[in-house]
Structures are given as structure tokens and as C-alpha cells.
Antibody
């Protein structure tokens, strides 16, 4: 079955960096676009970034552009999110999610359990 | 921008729920609905406005096109009490937007 397992969350000071990883299994990882979506505690969902199946195209929400970098290693079935210059409003659960069949649709049919990132001094 | 109404819906099991999602500009039929329960990741219910995702019960249906969309739950089951979000892709390069959510409470 499809599984997405995030890791790397934690508490970090403002201005510092953190890297999240998501290991995928149960599907052909290299065939699908992948997303990061975040959710501040008690708040709604916010799309963060998307990467194409082969890693050649990447797009970001304006709120993280220039600070976050999405990447993937298809040989290791791993999706990553490098977060720099973190701010307190980046505090959230970060979910990795698999795109359904339609490229760039935004439709995510499988999600990880989420990794909590807390930015606090 | 996506707006969802009502913000909260209080209903009893067995009742019908109708949740609204409105876009400021036409999104054709490129809209999805997700369900999220406390402490869980979102689950894709509906995509392309009206197509049920794999494994989603038939009591969930989606309708609409352009700017007005509706998620209908024909007869609420106890496990359906959750928050529901609509989502769309905007433009190119893509930007993805979620609505603020509708919370379906047990009355």
C-alpha cells in the first residue's frame, strides 16, 4: 500500500534552517509529482511547493519563495524540503503528498502523517 | 480566492449536508474536495468537481462548474463529522489554493 513517511520536524529558532524528508513506498515514486502542504495548528491548509515527477520543474507559494527548496531523489524514493530563514509564521504541520494521475492538477490522493515544525526563540 | 460556506454546519446523523465553495474567477471544473479529521491528514474525496476518488463512498457527491461548487453528503454517517476543504489550481506557473474549510459538527 502507498505510504508516505515524513521526518525531520522539530523546534528551530527564527532565522535558522531545517530539512524535512518524506520517504515513499507502495507506488512508482518516479512517475508522480509530489507536493508539500502545511497547516498551522488549528488553521487551514496551505500549499507550499510542488515538484514534477523527474524533478525538472518546481514551483513555490509566494510565502516561501526564495527561502524553501523542494527536491527529490528518485533512486531513494525520497522527497525533501529544505527550509531556510525560518520565521515564526512557518510554524505548522508539514505534509508531503502524492499527486494523482493528472500532472500539475494539485489533486493529492495520498498524504503523509505530517511533520511538526515549530519556529520559536 | 476560494470562499466556503457555511463556516460551520451542525447536523444530525442521517441528515443531508450541502457544502458550498465559490471561486472569484472561473476554474472550469478543476476543483477538488478534501476531508480532514482531527489529528489526521486530509483525504481526497472528489476531484474535477464531481469524480469520486478511489474508495470514497457513494454518499459523497460533487457538483458545479465555473465559480460555484457543492459537496453533498446524502446521509451523514458518524465518521463524516470533520472539516471539508475545497482546492483549486490557479494559473501558470501553478499556485494552489485551499478554501478556509467548512466544519461539519454533530448536532
Amino acid at each position: 500500500q502507498v505510504q508516505l513517511v515524513e521526518s525531520g520536524g522539530g523546534v528551530v529558532q527564527p532565522g535558522k534552517s531545517l530539512r524535512l524528508s518524506c520517504v515513499a513506498s507502495g507506488f512508482s515514486f518516479s512517475d508522480y509529482g509530489m507536493y508539500w502542504v502545511r497547516q498551522a495548528p488549528g488553521k487551514g491548509l496551505e500549499w507550499v511547493a510542488v515538484i514534477s515527477y523527474d524533478g525538472s520543474s518546481k514551483f513555490y507559494a509566494d510565502s516561501v519563495k526564495g527561502r524553501f527548496t523542494i527536491s527529490r531523489d528518485n533512486s531513494k524514493n525520497t522527497l525533501s524540503l529544505q527550509m531556510t530563514s525560518l520565521r515564526e509564521d512557518d510554524t505548522a504541520f508539514y505534509y508531503c503528498a502524492k499527486e494523482s494521475a493528472d500532472f500539475w492538477s494539485g489533486y493529492c490522493d495520498y498524504w503523509g502523517q505530517g511533520a511538526l515544525v515549530t519556529v520559536s526563540s | 480566492v476560494l470562499t466556503q460556506s457555511p463556516a460551520t454546519l451542525s447536523l444530525s446523523p442521517g441528515e443531508r449536508a450541502a457544502l458550498s465553495c465559490r471561486a472569484r474567477q472561473s476554474v472550469s471544473r478543476h476543483l477538488a474536495w478534501y476531508q480532514q479529521k482531527p489529528g489526521q491528514a486530509p483525504r481526497l474525496l472528489i476531484y474535477d468537481a464531481s469524480i469520486r476518488a478511489t474508495g470514497i463512498p457513494a454518499r459523497f457527491s460533487g457538483s458545479g462548474s465555473g465559480t460555484d461548487f457543492t459537496l453533498t453528503i446524502s446521509s451523514l454517517e458518524p465518521e463524516d463529522f470533520a472539516v471539508y476543504y475545497c482546492q483549486r489550481r490557479r494559473g501558470w506557473p501553478p499556485q494552489y489554493t485551499f478554501g478556509p474549510g467548512t466544519k461539519v459538527n454533530i448536532k
